[in-house]
């Protein structure tokens, strides 16, 4: 899945939920978008890879794409390195759940791929595949640009219900402007 449809489809999902906890931060939906790109720090093409190559080739390196930080111990190992460095720089630590649920989203996103992921490396390296081989999408298909465009809409949908205090008009620009 692209990085947009990555964005677009973790937005949609957990703006409604952020909105209804009353957590709608720019903060929160910052490092939400962050965790929603983040798995795919182990591929130097990606998003996230481009502007980390170092970090990112490395990554690869070790694991491989769609290896370790596409698993659940990869989600918890980071998201509680993450936590460590909150405390340490006197970070909002709560904020670090943003960032989990982002990555916990790119990790269900991608479970539906054709090939599914291996939620259990490094102790198992057998993938699954959500959609049991019924329903799933091609990165860059047509399914998957269903997918963006669907979550565009519900994205849409969502901020024409929140009132104008929740977020500024500068944020809904930049966010406008990453999906396209």
């Known amino acids: 899945m692209r990085y ?10 957990t703006l409604p939920v952020m909105d209804s906890a009353q957590a709608l931060t720019m ?3 910052a490092l939400l978008a962050v965790g929603a790109v ?8 990606s998003y ?8 990112s080739g490395g990554v690869k390196g070790l694991f491989g794409h769609r290896g370790l930080t596409h698993s659940l111990v ?8 993450f936590y460590i460095i909150a405390q340490w720089l ?11 649920l982002g990555y916990l989203a790119h990790l269900i996103e991608d479970s539906f ?7 259990l490396q490094p102790f198992s390296k057998k993938s699954f595949q959500s959609g049991f081989k019924i329903i799933y999408y ?6 998957e640009q269903v997918i963006f465009f669907v979550s565009l809409v519900a994205i849409l949908y969502h901020l024409t219900q929140l009132r104008l205090d929740d977020l500024s008009f500068v944020y809904l620009n930049r966010l406008a402007h990453n999906l396209f």
């Open 4 to 13: 947009k449809t990555h964005l677009a489809t973790t937005l949609a999902i």
């Open 27 to 29: 903060s929160g939906v």
């Open 38 to 45: 983040f798995p795919d720090i182990d591929e130097p093409n």
């Open 48 to 55: 996230i890879g481009r502007r980390l190559k170092g970090v």
């Open 74 to 81: 990869g989600l918890i190992a980071i998201s509680y390195l």
């Open 90 to 100: 006197s970070f909002p630590v709560e904020l670090i759940q943003w960032f989990s």
């Open 113 to 119: 791929s054709k090939k599914g992921i291996a939620w």
């Open 138 to 143: 091609s990165t860059g298909g047509l399914a």
